[in-house]
């Protein structure tokens, strides 16, 4: 089995430590997680940072990886990747359900700030690019000369509906952040420090990512984005 490169495993270390931190900060400070609560709204808030950033940052970076670091076959690679971008769009629409819940029951205004518009736009886009790519490249497929020719779109429109996933982050932080800070939190808290160093191994970790994948093939191995499988 062909050792993981060392950007991946850069990547995989930001993201275990990203995610430490959101949990950090929304269990430890925030008090949790809930899909309901009758007393404590934010519970429901809180799940919404937690879900996006490992659905969409997270397991959306693996899922852009997996065909330079997993070392099985093309159509394995291809499936792993497949099922990684659904539950990643799965996990990223119930932290959408639990931002539009929160809202609700707190009676505050939905989509009225411009990190709602990226985010829903991001989701969309999202959810449209896993059905392209599930119809063209998986199931029912498109003919080998359709594929050769949308596969190198496909990639670029995966890395720009990535970043938009990374500014949608980085804008929620902010926002969340700003809210607190306008409501009495310190703007040196712990609380404040942690938000902001998780915002920071967010933007490392995409960096890492898109860099990575971007690079050139200097032959670490072949399993790489393939428009049609040759045995």
Same mark, same amino acid.
């Given at each position: 089995?062909? =050792?993981?490169?060392?950007? =991946?495993?850069?990547?995989?270390? !930001?993201?275990?430590?990203?995610?430490?931190?959101?949990?950090?900060?929304?269990?430890? &400070?925030?008090?949790?997680?809930?899909?309901? *609560?009758?007393?404590?709204? /934010? +519970?429901?808030?809180?799940?919404?940072?937690? &879900?996006?950033?490992?659905?969409?940052?997270?397991?959306?970076?693996?899922?852009?990886? $997996?065909?330079?670091? @997993?070392?099985?076959?093309?159509?394995?690679?291809?499936?792993?990747?497949?099922?990684?971008? =659904?539950?990643?769009?799965?996990? /990223? *629409?119930?932290g959408i359900y639990a931002a539009f819940k929160f809202h609700n029951e707190s009676g505050i205004a939905n989509l009225y700030s411009l990190h709602s518009?990226?985010? +829903?736009?991001?989701?969309?886009?999202?959810?449209?690019?896993?059905?392209?790519?599930?119809?063209?490249?998986?199931?029912?497929?498109? $003919?080998?000369?359709?594929?050769?020719?949308?596969?190198?779109?496909?990639?670029?429109?995966?890395?720009?509906?990535?970043?938009?996933? !990374?500014? =949608?982050?980085?804008?929620?932080?902010?926002?969340? @952040?700003?809210?607190?800070?306008?409501?009495?939190?310190?703007?040196?808290? $712990?609380?404040?420090?942690?938000?902001?160093?998780?915002? @920071?191994?967010?933007?490392?970790?995409? *960096?890492?990512?898109? @860099?990575?994948?971007?690079?050139?093939?200097?032959?670490?191995?072949?399993?790489?984005? $393939?428009?049609?499988?040759?045995?």
């Open positions: 089995m062909a =050792a993981v490169p060392a950007p =991946a495993k850069a990547a995989r270390a !930001l993201a275990a430590c990203a995610a430490g931190m959101v949990l950090l900060w929304c269990v430890h &400070f925030r008090g949790g997680l809930a899909l309901g *609560s009758p007393t404590n709204k /934010g +519970l429901i808030f809180n799940v919404h940072p937690v &879900f996006m950033l490992i659905g969409f940052i997270i397991l959306g970076s693996e899922a852009i990886m $997996s065909y330079k670091i @997993l070392p099985w076959g093309h159509d394995t690679n291809k499936m792993i990747h497949l099922l990684l971008h =659904a539950v990643a769009l799965l996990l /990223g *629409s119930i518009w990226v985010g +829903l736009g991001t989701i969309c886009l999202y959810g449209l690019q896993w059905i392209f790519g599930f119809v063209t490249f998986f199931f029912p497929g498109a $003919s080998p000369t359709l594929r050769r020719t949308a596969l190198p779109w496909h990639v670029r429109a995966g890395l720009f509906v990535y970043i938009l996933s !990374l500014l =949608a982050a980085e804008l929620g932080f902010l926002e969340k @952040l700003t809210f607190l800070q306008a409501g009495g939190l310190g703007k040196y808290s $712990s609380e404040a420090l942690v938000v902001n160093f998780t915002a @920071l191994l967010v933007i490392l970790l995409g *960096s890492t990512v898109v @860099l990575y994948v971007t690079a050139p093939v200097h032959g670490e191995h072949s399993h790489g984005y $393939s428009a049609v499988h040759k045995s």
